[in-house]
């Protein structure tokens, strides 16, 4: 399955972006997806994640309450709404696809990567 994120970009400190990601070559619904993030010379951390239905939704502490993961599988895409955003969120945003049902907080559960879209937040 091939992934391509988009929409990030640069915003003021408390603005919001609205992350996508599309797939192809294979049927999204299978896959339960999640979403990263680095910074230069750090590991790549979890930032989300959402089963294949759709009903459950997993976040990391530091973004709960101001993100949120949705996922269209009719359109094959998965979305990140990050709201009220702050200098700390800046990053690189990746989206990624696995077969698990669990773990999906670890990098090594995923085996497919998106290339990855840039947020950049300003104080």
């Known amino acids: 399955v091939q992934l391509q994120a988009s929409g990030g970009g640069l915003v003021m400190a408390g603005g919001s972006l609205r992350l996508s990601c599309a797939a192809s070559?294979?049927?999204?619904?299978?896959?339960?997806m999640g979403w990263f993030r680095q910074t230069p010379g750090q590991e790549r951390e979890f930032v989300a994640a959402?089963?294949?239905?759709?009903?459950?939704?997993f976040y990391a502490g530091s973004v709960k309450g101001r993100f949120t993961a949705s996922r269209d599988n009719a359109e094959n895409t998965m979305n990140l709404t990050m709201n009220s955003l702050k200098p700390e969120d800046t990053a690189i945003y990746y989206c990624?696809?696995?077969?698990?049902?669990?773990?999906?907080?670890?990098?090594?559960?995923?085996?497919?990567w998106g290339q990855g879209t840039q947020v950049t937040v300003s104080s």
């Open positions: 990624a696809v696995t077969d698990y049902y669990n773990n999906l907080s670890l990098v090594r559960s995923y085996a497919f």
């Open positions: 070559g294979r049927t999204l619904s299978r896959y339960s």
């Open positions: 959402i089963s294949r239905d759709g009903r459950k939704t």
